[in-house]
């Protein structure tokens, strides 16, 4: 859904999301080059695609969700920000469901729009969010399911920040 009335917020524009530029952030999850390798008697074929998602500290555990989003209106308010030091985040498209992560680098809470990039999926790319990037709660461009693979544990593992100068995505 397009045409939301435009706020004087900072206009951040998705960019199209590839590994090299999501790279400061997490890691793209997305169909890799070459052939894979024929299991189950050459009825399927294997692809690993990561081995390194951080899910355990401080006795965390791998939790495995389904989140059902709503499409959202753009150009989209971006205010507020949240991160997760504790373990990484994956966020994986049902079907060919396209949505926009917006985010910035791990450290200090962003205060400003200026700080943030977004990045447009192009509805079978998956992110892997590496633990402590602040990033835009799921932003669904095409309402649907999505995969979430997360830490689960006894500790808290989410600090949200509100930005000082919000800004607007734009597709």
Same mark, same amino acid.
């Given at each position: 859904m397009i045409n939301a009335p435009l706020t004087a917020a900072t206009a951040l524009a998705a960019q199209p999301l590839t590994s090299q530029a999501f790279a400061p952030y997490g890691t793209v999850? !997305?169909?890799p080059a070459g052939k894979g390798r024929p299991i189950n008697d050459g009825n399927a074929t294997r692809f690993d695609l990561l081995d390194d998602m951080? /899910?355990?500290a401080e006795g965390g555990r791998p939790m495995l969700a /389904? &989140? #059902?989003a709503q499409a959202r209106r753009f150009p989209h308010e971006v205010a507020e920000m949240e #991160?997760?030091? /504790?373990? +990484?985040q994956t966020f994986v498209p049902l079907g060919d469901r396209? &949505? $926009?992560i917006v985010v910035a680098r791990a450290g200090e809470a962003p205060t400003s729009a200026d700080q943030l990039a977004a990045f447009l999926t192009d509805g079978r790319q998956g992110v892997v969010l590496a633990p402590g990037t602040?990033?835009?709660a799921l932003m669904a461009v095409d309402a649907g399911d999505f995969v979430v693979i997360e830490r689960a544990? +006894? !500790?808290v593992d989410c600090? $949200?920040?509100r930005l000082r100068e919000p800004g607007s995505v734009r597709l």
């Open positions: 999850i !997305a169909m951080r /899910l355990d /389904l &989140f #059902r #991160r997760h030091t /504790l373990g +990484s396209r &949505f $926009v602040w990033h835009h544990g +006894s !500790a600090e $949200v920040c």
